[in-house]
């Protein structure tokens, strides 16, 4: 049976970085919704055309079209035998639609990286991120900026808007924004928490034993 994740977390809690090692480890694909966007923009499917007159316009892109795109992604051949979701849904209306696109294949369950705020803040304003492709940095790596970036070699830099009070109103988002989607996962005993505190290596191997117990020691 096949393990389809959805990774939760608030910014800085190291959901990208532990979506993408498990990834790597298990074989499938991470499908980042703005990686999957900005694919098909560049591919000029009907969906991507259409999510590129929106941003052109400066507008958000909204639902029916997100939620085509990733309709798209998980019908491709390499996410039948399972995939991690990092980005989406971020809302109880797009878990729903989400739920829509399962129909007839393997459950979700939903992954939440918890961490307390004070933390999260400790670890985005010394993030580094890759000027030129956005990768984040490891934070199981000792990286200083101007270091080279593990996925192109460019450059690593501090964003511009990590800073206190951007990050405070972040997370207070973040709280207000998802606590709906956590309670609808958890009425489905759906959602898992591992604590995010702990060391990378050991957020990986709760992350990679959580999905071992669903599949009874293999993600396929």
């Not at 190291?14 to 480890?25: D, F, P, S, V, Y």
């Not at 019908?75 to 849904?89: H, K, M, R, V, Y």
């Not at 290596?201 to 396929?220: F, H, K, M, P, W």
């Amino acid at each position: 049976m096949a393990s389809n994740l959805i990774m939760l977390g608030a910014p800085g809690a190291g959901k990208g970085t532990q979506a993408e090692r498990l990834a790597r480890l298990r074989g499938v694909p991470k499908i980042s919704t703005g990686d999957t966007l900005r694919a098909a923009v560049k591919e000029g499917t009907p969906l991507g055309l259409r999510a590129k007159a929106i941003m052109e316009r400066g507008e958000l892109v909204d639902d029916s079209v997100m939620i085509g795109i990733v309709r798209e992604r998980l019908g491709q051949s390499d996410a039948a035998n399972g995939f991690i979701l990092d980005g989406f849904p971020r809302t109880v209306a797009q878990a729903e639609a989400l739920d829509r696109i399962m129909g007839g294949r393997s459950p979700l369950v939903a992954i939440e990286i918890a961490v307390a705020d004070d933390e999260l803040l400790r670890r985005t304003l010394s993030r580094l991120v890759c000027k030129n492709c956005g990768t984040t940095a490891d934070p199981g790596e000792a990286k200083s900026a101007g270091d080279p970036c593990r996925r192109c070699g460019g450059p690593l830099v501090q964003r511009s808007d990590d800073n206190e009070t951007t990050v405070r109103e972040r997370l207070r988002v973040y709280a207000r924004d998802t606590k709906p989607l956590l309670d609808y996962y958890r009425a489905r005993r759906a959602l898992r928490s591992i604590d995010g505190s702990q060391s990378p290596d050991r957020v990986t191997a709760e992350l990679a034993a959580i999905v071992d117990g669903l599949n009874g020691g293999t993600l396929s």
